[in-house]
């Protein structure tokens, strides 16, 4: 008999100490910091220090970078519990991390996921993300879900162009250990709403308990 299973959540791109004391009370599990300047969500480090003492014990405090130094990754990683490669870190890059870290890759054509989950071995999971040429993510696009194969190596975290509207069809589809969300609960870049991030919750848990019922 399958047992229940829960899909995280990982709010990205908060900017806003509103926002953060939002996203913990909806019930998400990792909050996301960009620290990548060329982001219209970024956010500095002074900024990064606010924001991440306002996050309690068990929601982990996850940094995004995108091909940036191991000094500025160093400055980061005390506010930080997870680091998010976003670029075209190296797996020796990567595994000299100073914490834990997952690794995104974007989907374009002709992608090996197998080969990238042997190649990463070292990251904690792979978050797949919508490939847009010259974007290295936020592009508020999906992707073909059944791309991804049933039986890759590595926890994956679905993201793409997550909404309340296409959520449940998207964890029915992919079944994926977490998923991550930005745009789709915002009214701008870098500005959350409460409102859609509780919905965004709530639509979570609930194709879950219908998934975990259907298997049973």
């Not at 620290?35 to 306002?54: C, F, I, N």
């Not at 797996?91 to 990463?120: E, N, Q, V």
């Not at 797949?128 to 040429?133: G, N, R, T, V």
């Not at 190596?153 to 964890?171: D, E, Q």
Request: one cysteine or more.
């Amino acid at each position: 008999m399958n047992q229940q299973r829960r899909t995280r959540v990982k709010v990205c791109g908060l900017t806003r100490v509103e926002d953060v004391d939002a996203a913990v009370a909806s019930g998400a599990d990792a909050l996301g910091f960009v620290l990548w300047p060329g982001s219209k969500r970024a956010v500095d480090l002074e900024q990064l220090a606010a924001l991440s003492a306002r996050v309690p014990a068990f929601v982990t405090r996850v940094g995004l970078f995108v091909d940036q130094s191991a000094e500025a990754i160093a400055d980061c990683a005390p506010h930080l519990d997870l680091l998010q490669f976003h670029g075209d870190e190296s797996p020796t890059f990567c595994a000299a991390a100073p914490r834990p870290w997952i690794k995104a890759l974007r989907m374009r054509d002709g992608i090996d996921l197998h080969a990238a989950a042997a190649d990463y071995v070292g990251a904690r999971a792979l978050l797949l993300d919508a490939y847009k040429p010259g974007v290295p993510g936020g592009t508020g696009e999906t992707f073909d879900w059944s791309r991804i194969p049933a039986d890759l190596a590595k926890p994956i975290i679905l993201a793409g162009g997550l909404t309340v509207a296409n959520i449940a069809a998207a964890i029915s589809a992919v079944r994926p250990f977490a998923v991550d969300v930005s745009g789709g609960v915002e009214s701008s870049p870098g500005i959350k709403q409460a409102e859609l991030m509780s919905g965004f919750l709530r639509s979570v848990m609930a194709v879950d308990e219908r998934l975990t019922k259907r298997a049973y």
